[in-house]
């Protein structure tokens, strides 16, 4: 009776010897294959990262290329004279179909300014353009011009129509440029002009150019 506990005890203890040996032969076997498995992976990781070339770049947006050339079409032109600035106005006449301001602007400087340098001319229009936004005349370029005891050239509120002769279209194009603000005005922050022979201004003198005193 005692022989048959000792006997299932021991081979109780020889099976799982042997399970044990199993399992860490089952368990340590793949080892080396599973190493060389991840070893391979991290190769062709670092194949792949290698043919990715640092220099490529995501491309910008068609958007971006699009606003940038808007905004170099529509920086300011530079001029290397009056005379440059003033002939680049080729499109000033057509511009007279719908844009009466521009009409009342050229008309002032015409009669006025017409046998006058280019710099007298664009100061005459910059005087309009001034009392213009001053707040102290009408706020239009035709109400100033047509404001009753202003203008000598102007008859019963109304405008004259000038010759479409050489000295029109200059003074056209002058008064483009001046309303563009294409060239610095020779008269800065002048509202008045007088000719010469009229004697002392009335306000203080800002500059004397051609025949004409500008002061404020």
């Not at 099976?15 to 399992?23: I, P, V």
């Not at 032109?77 to 440059?84: F, G, M, N, Q, R």
């Amino acid at each position: 009776m005692k022989f048959l506990p000792r006997a299932a005890t021991f081979a109780a203890v020889t099976f799982c010897a042997g399970a044990l040996a199993n399992a860490a032969t089952l368990n340590l076997a793949p080892l080396p294959q599973q190493a060389q498995q991840v070893q391979a992976t991290v190769q062709t990781a670092s194949a792949q990262a290698q043919n990715v070339l640092p220099s490529q770049q995501v491309p910008a947006p068609q958007a971006a290329v699009e606003q940038q050339g808007s905004d170099e079409a529509t920086a300011t032109t530079e001029y290397a004279s009056l005379s440059d600035a003033v002939a680049a106005q080729q499109d000033a006449a057509a511009a007279l179909d719908d844009d009466r301001e521009l009409r009342c602007l050229a008309t002032g400087v015409y009669y006025e300014a017409r046998s006058e340098p280019l710099s007298g001319q664009l100061a005459v229009a910059d005087v309009i353009l001034n009392r213009s936004t001053s707040g102290r005349f009408p706020g239009s370029v035709c109400s100033v011009i047509t404001q009753k005891g202003q203008f000598s050239f102007v008859r019963g509120g109304k405008l004259p129509t000038p010759p479409a002769n050489a000295q029109w279209r200059r003074a056209l194009a002058v008064a483009q440029v001046a309303r563009k603000n294409l060239w610095e005005s020779p008269a800065e922050g002048a509202l008045y002009f007088h000719a010469r022979y009229v004697g002392a201004s009335a306000g203080r003198t800002v500059a004397t150019v051609g025949n004409h005193i500008f002061y404020r």
